[in-house]
């Protein structure tokens, strides 16, 4: 069960305080772009998932670009 955060709400995707409005759409673009997933289904995952997703996919590119692993990268 997912804890509310006072003065958020309770829309799929969780409510994360101060997230930059700018990276949540980065990330966004960057799912949708490899996987093509839907707005719904990208703004119904929390927080955490979509961030999980987004190091995968940098994963795989780098694997099949045979480049070395950079922390930094998204």
């Known amino acids: ?3 509310q955060v006072r003065g958020g709400d309770d ?15 980065e990330e966004m673009a960057f799912v949708a ?4 997933w839907s707005h719904e289904e990208l703004m ?3 927080h ?3 961030r999980r997703w987004c190091e ?3 994963k795989i590119n780098r694997e099949l670009n045979n480049e070395p ?3 930094f990268e998204m």
Do not use: K
């Not at 772009?33 to 093509?36: D, E, S």
């Open 1 to 3: 069960m997912r804890a």
């Open 48 to 50: 955490h998932e979509r």
């Open 69 to 71: 692993q950079n922390v």
């Open 33 to 36: 772009y490899h996987f093509h």
């Open 11 to 25: 829309r799929p995707g969780g409510s994360i305080t101060g997230y930059p409005l700018d990276r949540l759409y």
């Open 56 to 58: 995968q996919i940098s």
């Open 44 to 46: 119904g995952l929390e």
